[in-house]
């Protein structure tokens, strides 16, 4: 009898200790589909003759609003304030299930780590940096206006167009409001540390309506460390037109990208701004027999992002983005780009948009002239973020759709 009184007492015990032990820990699975439809004007088409035209086009599309996405996140709290956190996470195409970046399972986010209130959180895997989570927060794309209403190709990743491999990242906790985060990525390249590395930092201001930002972030060989290289390559300049292809822009030596920004909340009208100036080195859409190793390109960028609550359910915006692009040796050309858009939430869980983006090149153009690729010309070729390049120097595209968080 008393052996049995003491299995069974310890059979309670176990149970409390396993009852205690999941009530200490979670896991949640959580996503969100998007899907709309798109018209955009002037898509360049290349024809078999080598000449190209363009034509409005209509497409299905997918992770407008925000990115179509599942994922898995964890905590255990081990005590002492501190817990025990993972999150995966990957992007789709809601349009054909397909998955982003030649399939790669958790594309977006592959990490775990420990958060103390006291000292921070610390992560180790594929994750975003702190750069771009603190300045990606001031821009229309972010917020309402899709990804389509990105700066020029993301090229400076306020956007997240790429995330980092292999990384240690560190955020600070709240003093006052103020907040520090940083973040390693090692190039993982026996007998070469500086290939494939990258590195960024942030400070970010937040108390009550008032928000500030800055930081910088810098990538060796940003094609082959994270736009998965040439043939997985993920990122949002076009490479479907051979004699109009932006996409080796981002096949340089190194990206180093300065910003900072703001935001302030009036009532129900909030204003955000923000700057970026990002330099390409050595990129090899420059290259040449006479100049083999490409050239230098900066980029400078501002964008004033307004939007407006008119009721709880439904959201105005309004942006202006003004790029400025720069080559080594060469004359800058101008990328002037619109957003207007409205959100209307159902519920908690699901909301429709509709957004029209609209963009002009100018200056000196930075695309390769059609009639003449030998000439080293360039003309000025429009291109709204994720989409095929215009035949001309404006374009058009108009997107509306639905979201639906689970």
Not at 356 to 374: H, M, P, R, W, Y
């Amino acid at each position: 009898m008393a052996n049995t009184v003491k299995r069974t007492a310890l059979a309670l015990a176990s149970c409390a200790l396993a009852m205690s032990a999941h009530a200490q820990s979670s896991v949640t699975l959580y996503g969100t589909v998007d899907a709309g439809l798109i018209y955009s004007t002037n898509q360049q088409t290349t024809h078999a003759d080598g000449t190209t035209s363009g034509h409005a086009n209509w497409q299905l599309s997918g992770g407008n609003l925000v990115p179509s996405r599942w994922g898995m996140t964890g905590s255990e709290d081990i005590g002492g304030g501190t817990s025990v956190n993972f999150t995966l996470e990957n992007s789709f195409f809601s349009q054909n299930g397909a998955l982003l970046q030649g399939g790669t399972l958790f594309n977006r986010n592959a990490w775990a780590g420990v958060a103390n209130s006291r000292y921070g959180t610390l992560t180790l895997g594929r994750q975003y940096d702190p750069f771009s989570d603190d300045l990606g927060a001031y821009v229309s794309s972010n917020n309402w206006a899709t990804l389509y209403g990105a700066h020029f190709g993301d090229v400076d990743n306020l956007n997240e167009a790429f995330n980092f491999n292999n990384s240690i990242k560190y955020v600070s906790p709240s003093f006052g409001g103020f907040t520090l985060g940083g973040l390693f990525s090692f190039g993982g390249v026996a007998g070469n540390f500086s290939q494939n590395r990258g590195w960024s930092l942030a400070a970010n201001y937040a108390n009550g309506p008032l928000s500030l930002s800055a930081g910088y972030l810098e990538l060796r060989n940003p094609l082959q460390a994270a736009l998965g290289g040439e043939t997985g390559y993920i990122g949002d300049f076009s490479c479907s037109n051979p004699n109009a292809s932006y996409c080796e822009l981002q096949n340089a030596q190194r990206i180093s990208i300065f910003g900072a920004g703001g935001s302030y909340a009036f009532d129900k009208v909030s204003v955000a701004l923000s700057y970026t100036h990002t330099r390409l080195s050595q990129s090899l859409y420059f290259a040449s027999a006479a100049r083999p190793q490409g050239a230098d390109i900066s980029f400078d960028i501002a964008e004033l992002n307004t939007s407006w609550q008119y009721s709880p359910a439904l959201q105005f915006g309004f942006a202006y983005i003004f790029n400025d692009a720069h080559p080594e040796g060469g004359s800058s050309t101008r990328l002037h780009q619109i957003n207007l858009g409205a959100v209307y939430s159902l519920s908690k869980r699901t909301a429709v948009y509709a957004v029209a983006i609209g963009q002009k090149s100018s200056g000196a153009g930075l695309a390769v002239d059609n009639g003449d690729a030998t000439s080293g010309a360039t003309q000025n070729l429009a291109q709204i973020p994720n989409l095929v390049n215009s035949n001309t120097d404006k374009q058009l595209a108009v997107i509306a759709g639905i979201r639906h968080n689970f």
